[in-house]
């Protein structure tokens, strides 16, 4: 991999895209490289993703104009399926995504940030989808998980203005889900850079994400991701089969007779089921 970093901690890994001198923009290696990398985590060890950007400027500052720029109409669509094909196995991946972001999420780092999980930030975090200023759509999911995760309005006001906005109001509208600040002593000397303070924030999250019942937490991806998408009576029954499925598992079994069981002295081992 050329262009991307990947680093097993445990139970939860950290993916990071990581192309600094393009400030992490995604072109066609990228995209090919992140699929593949996606393709080989290992389910049976690995919990829980960071997905993060190399260096301290961006997380992803775009898909490469540069590359974008000679495209025919067929190469375009093309251009745009690859990346939403990407994004796709990211947003449905059976693993919980934390996107760590600090400083540019534009355009289709904006869009991946949308495909993952949970989104947490840095106070230097600047979201934005400028691709009407270029003279195109958003086109890696941009004008569809925008308008699910912050309402049409603010969703369209976003795009047809080209209007970037900071972590304070990315947060405000629930484009992310929490802002780090830097951490400074009592002389107001940095301790820790922001950047640094979300990152171990979103490896602290993974940790604990990859402590509870892993069957179960990826149960409760599929069914919050696909009842979605479907009206409130087709969504209870996708919860209860996935609710039913989590019986008669190691983990439940498990799970349940630690809960009930009077000696509170007892450890509590780590699920077993992966």
């Known amino acids: ?13 950290v993916i990071t895209i990581n192309r600094e001198k393009a400030l992490n923009a995604l072109n066609s290696q990228v995209l090919e490289e992140l699929d593949a990398t996606l393709e080989a985590v290992d389910l049976s060890t690995v919990r829980a993703l960071v997905l993060t950007g190399a260096g301290a400027k961006s997380f992803v500052a775009g898909a490469d104009i540069g590359e974008m720029s000679t495209l025919t109409k067929a190469e375009g669509e ?9 994004f796709r196995k990211l947003e449905t991946f059976p693993l919980p995504v934390i996107a ?17 999980d949970i989104r947490i930030c840095s106070d230097n975090a ?12 958003p086109g890696f999911g941009g004008t569809q998980r925008l308008a699910r995760l912050v309402g049409a309005g603010y969703a369209k006001q ?7 906005i900071k972590a304070a109001e990315a947060l405000r509208i629930g484009l992310v889900n929490e802002v780090y600040s830097a951490e400074v002593d009592a002389e107001g000397n940095v301790v820790k850079s922001a950047q640094e303070v979300m ?16 069957i179960a937490v990826r149960n409760c991806k599929k069914a919050i991701n696909e009842g979605l998408d479907v009206d409130m009576d087709a969504a209870i029954v996708i919860e209860e089969k996935l609710f039913g499925d989590c019986f008669e598992t190691q983990d ?21 089921n992966a």
Do not use: H, W
């Open 1 to 13: 991999m050329e262009y991307i970093l990947y680093e097993q901690k445990g139970a939860y890994a």
């Open 78 to 86: 093309a251009f745009g399926k690859k990346g939403n094909d990407v």
């Open 100 to 116: 760590a972001i600090n400083g540019f999420a534009l355009g289709g780092g904006c869009e991946i940030a949308m495909s993952c």
């Open 126 to 137: 600047v979201f934005g989808q400028p691709e009407v200023g270029l003279g195109i759509t």
């Open 158 to 164: 976003m795009i047809y203005t080209a209007r970037n």
């Open 199 to 214: 990152l171990a924030a979103a490896e602290k999250m993974a940790a604990g994400i990859a402590k509870n019942a892993p």
């Open 252 to 272: 439940q079994q498990y799970g349940m007779a630690f809960f009930l069981d009077k000696n509170k002295d007892k450890v509590k081992e780590p699920f077993k």
